[in-house]
């Protein structure tokens, strides 16, 4: 079944298999994995359709990652039964997280991301024993394994290959995959951090979630100029010279794995996105 084809009364076939059955349905996101929020009576659910093309040990390692944190007391969303699959698509159901995410932060916002981050990180080095998601590789060894056949298609793509080797040469200068390393969010944006007042009540969006770089997951919070979020971070954890010092070549990293997963799976390649990859690229700043 192609997946902008998802009817409503197939969503309701789908939630019947957990004997849910829905007073309305309603979409969250449509791109990637795909979410609708589900009234029933008074309780609300998130279905989650997974993109194809994600692995059943992808999948388990994400969930698995989601139950370890509910367990510890984490306000996260963990799968309420197993997952299903239908038509060779493959749903999880969650429970609906209240709050609302801080879109416009105060610098003071940004600093408690980071305290938040480095508490996170803090359970999520526990769980090294999970060793990394199928189909995932640390941001230190991106630039390192791509085919170069692929960057070919178009000037944008082409501009991303530019900033291959320059990360690749920036990273090993300065030993980066003797950094220290832990399970990692992969997005801890704004949006994906939901209050209720000032308390947290969600950390959401754990789709990309794997073994990384802990400076990784730093930079990619930071998103390449908020340092606030950094300063955070070291309100509650030490990171070193090093680390704090490439921390815009590991998100140029990031990016450049995004972009390399558009460019090898897609056979349409999307150049808005791309041309997002290289805005981001390009005007990443230093650590100050």
């Known amino acids: 079944m192609p997946d902008d084809q ?4 197939f969503l309701q076939h789908v939630l019947k298999l ?10 969250i996101s449509v791109s990637g994995n795909r979410h609708w929020r589900v009234q029933c009576l008074t309780d609300a659910f998130v279905l989650r359709m997974y993109r194809r093309g994600q692995s059943n040990s992808s999948i388990r390692y994400e969930l698995d990652i ?23 698509l493959v749903f999880a159901l969650f429970p609906f997280l209240p709050g609302r995410s801080n879109k416009e932060e105060t610098p003071e916002q940004k600093r408690c991301r980071g305290r938040i981050l480095a508490g996170l990180h803090g359970e999520l080095k526990t769980f090294l024993e999970l060793g990394q998601r199928t189909g995932w590789e640390r941001a230190d060894e991106v630039a390192g394994t791509c085919e170069v056949d692929i960057l070919h298609a178009g000037d944008t793509a082409r501009t991303i290959a530019s900033h291959l080797d320059r990360v690749r040469r920036r990273l090993d200068a300065v030993h980066a995959s003797s950094f220290p390393k832990t399970v990692i969010h992969g997005d801890f944006i704004a949006q994906n951090l939901l209050f209720q007042g000032e308390k947290l ?68 390649v999307h150049d808005s996105e791309l041309q997002w990859c290289a805005r981001q690229l390009e005007k990443t700043i230093p650590f100050d």
């Open 6 to 9: 998802i009817s409503h009364n």
């Open 18 to 27: 957990w004997n849910i059955v829905p007073d309305d349905i309603s979409p």
């Open 66 to 88: 989601l139950n370890r944190l509910h367990g510890r007391g984490w306000p996260v969303a963990a799968a309420l039964d197993q997952t299903v699959e239908q038509s060779g």
């Open 201 to 268: 009540s969600g950390v959401i969006d754990f789709d990309a979630v794997h073994l990384d770089l802990r400076a990784a997951d730093v930079a990619c919070a930071r998103r390449g100029c908020h340092d606030d979020v950094v300063r955070g971070y070291l309100d509650v954890a030490p990171l070193t010279d090093s680390e704090l010092g490439c921390l815009d070549n590991l998100w140029r990293a990031s990016v450049l794995r995004y972009a390399l997963s558009i460019l090898r799976s897609r056979v349409t």
